[in-house]
């Protein structure tokens, strides 16, 4: 018997809420569900809650996703949405995160009051953002930036640039093209120059793995080339046990029926980078992801052990 309704369980931050009604909107469009029979439920998390210090020091990426996950463990909601980048590594016992939405673009993006690019910044410039690889990454194409950190949604990171407290922020592209803030954007760096992370632009719909109601309903919206490239990045990250202090990026491509991985480590201290590069076939794409993590692990152990 088909439920009355589904409850779609989604963090309360504009962009959030985006996401949300993409996944509702597909519901409806590959279903026999109305747009009337699907609620999103706004759910506080303790990442939107926390604004002034690193997601690493009071719990790592489950601070976006573990509420949510609650109420679907609790049966409130059917549904979690989440931004695939923001998951842990490690799924929670009993629920199923196997329904991705076509990839949005997975590349990072730079603001400037003067619409200056990151090579045009003056010495010592202030760069804001929340990510350790990021961190790390820039400083790689330039080392006399002093990165701070910012965190909250993207219109507060933009106010805190337009107060001056910062002569740029790095963001996602995806979060902003949602927004439709494309405007702002200084400077668009290809994935060569930046290697997102793992599942940027990827968003997750979650469900019990019992509810075989809401999967069979969710696999009708699964984006199957998308699925492929977000399991490669997301093996890379289970094998570094990947969190908000591990600096890895992880980029997948598909062309034809094989998918190439690319993907850096950062040591704690952002000194040393380890990175590898590797293609498969399509089918192989956990494996793949597997492999390239085990190859940077040993890489960085050795290092270590030098």
């Known amino acids: 018997m088909k439920k009355k309704r589904i409850i779609i369980g ?10 949300a009604q993409k ?4 519901i409806v469009q590959n279903t026999n569900f109305n747009d009337d029979e699907i609620i999103i439920k706004k759910i506080s998390t303790k990442g939107d809650q926390v604004q002034d210090i690193r997601l690493s020091e009071v719990g790592g990426k489950g601070l976006f996703s573990k509420n949510i996950e609650k109420e679907l463990q609790e049966k409130k909601i059917d549904i979690a949405v989440h931004a695939l980048k923001d998951m842990p590594a490690l799924e929670t016992n009993g629920l199923r995160a196997e329904t991705f939405l076509e990839r949005n673009d997975p590349r ?5 009051n003067e619409k200056k690019k990151l090579k045009e910044l003056k010495a010592n410039s202030i760069i804001g953002t929340s990510s350790y690889r990021r961190e790390f990454q820039i400083k790689k194409i330039r080392n006399d930036f002093n990165c701070k950190l910012i965190r909250g949604n993207v219109d507060t990171r933009i106010k805190k640039l337009n107060d001056g407290l910062y002569d740029a922020i790095i963001l996602s592209y995806a979060g902003v093209k949602s927004l439709m803030m494309d405007d702002k954007i200084t400077e668009i760096f290809s994935t060569q120059e930046i290697i997102p992370s793992a599942g940027q632009g990827i968003i997750v719909a979650q469900c019990c793995e019992q509810d075989n109601e809401i999967i069979s309903l969710l696999d009708k919206i699964n984006h199957k080339e998308t699925c492929l490239r977000a399991h490669a990045e997301r093996y890379v990250l289970k094998v570094l046990e990947g969190d908000c ?4 990026g992880v980029h997948a491509m598909i062309k034809g029926d094989e998918l190439t991985l690319e993907a850096e480590l950062f040591s704690l201290d952002g000194s040393e980078r380890f990175y590898e590069k590797k293609t498969s076939k399509i089918d192989d794409a956990k494996k793949l992801g597997k492999h390239l993590g085990e190859l940077l692990k040993k890489k960085s152990n050795n290092s270590y052990k030098n």
């Open 108 to 112: 990072e993006i730079l603001i400037t």
């Open 10 to 19: 989604s963090r309360s931050s504009k962009l959030a809420l985006i996401y």
């Open 23 to 26: 996944v509702k909107d597909k």
């Open 245 to 248: 202090e591990t600096a890895v």
